[in-house]
């Protein structure tokens, strides 16, 4: 592929969005051809596949859960992603692989396997050249306020949140060119964190 693929990935309000807009500056700042998209969601089907699954009161249960993030990424990976990818560009995208087997796989239980298996099919086998996971401190994590949450997923219970935490602690040392980033620390210094990385992986100079 010509283009470079980046993840952002963490739990919610860990500042990946936050991050992904300042990387995007960093990045069209040296020349880069960089385009900014997120999971679920991306194009106009996976938007509202999008709706669906975050919709606060509705009854989704965990396997249809599973296969909507999944439809969404089918859709997002072969309308959006690899197309500029093809093109030369840099792709940089909020959630992608990492959050279903942290979500669905360690938050709800669903077997890791069946979710690598689906998500071999919805990506057509693309992997990330970077995955950044921004992970708060537990204390930090366990203190912030359910008012914060607001969405189906963000509603769901501290321990679920525990468990997807885990999830990505220990997804982070198992997957290839994926870093764990302290997203207690100020905004700033994570982004100058994140820019030294894009530069260690030569992705800027
Ligand atoms: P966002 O608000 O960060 O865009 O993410 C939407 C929610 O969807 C968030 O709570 C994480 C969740 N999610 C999953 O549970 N599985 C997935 O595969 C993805 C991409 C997101």
Redesign the pocket.
């Known amino acids: 592929m010509k283009g470079k693929f980046i993840v952002l990935e963490g739990p919610?309000r860990c500042g990946?969005?936050t991050q992904a807009k300042l990387l995007l500056n960093t990045l069209l700042e040296h020349g880069k051809d960089v385009i900014l998209t997120?999971?679920?969601?991306g194009t106009e089907t996976a938007e509202k596949i999008?709706q669906i699954?975050?919709e606060p009161n509705l009854d989704v249960r965990p396997m249809a859960?599973l296969f909507l993030?999944e439809a969404?990424?089918a859709q997002h990976t072969q309308e959006k992603i690899l197309p500029a990818l093809q093109a030369g560009k840099i792709v940089l995208c909020?959630?992608?692989?990492m959050?279903?087997c942290a979500?669905?796989g360690y938050?709800r239980n669903i077997d890791l396997k069946t979710i690598a298996t689906l998500n071999k099919i919805a990506t057509l086998g693309l992997v990330p050249d970077l995955t950044l996971v921004f992970l708060m401190s537990d204390k930090y994590f366990t203190q912030r306020g359910e008012y914060l949450f607001s969405?189906r997923?963000?509603k769901e219970d501290l321990s679920f949140r525990q468990k997807m935490r885990q999830g990505y602690l220990e997804l982070t040392k198992k997957t290839k060119n994926a870093y764990l980033i302290d997203a207690d620390k100020n905004v700033d210094v994570i982004a100058q964190e994140v820019a030294e990385l894009l530069h260690k992986c030569k992705i800027i100079d």
């Open positions: 919610d990946k969005s997120r999971e679920p969601g999008r699954v975050l859960e993030y969404s990424r909020e959630r992608y692989t959050s279903t979500y669905q938050g969405d997923l963000e």
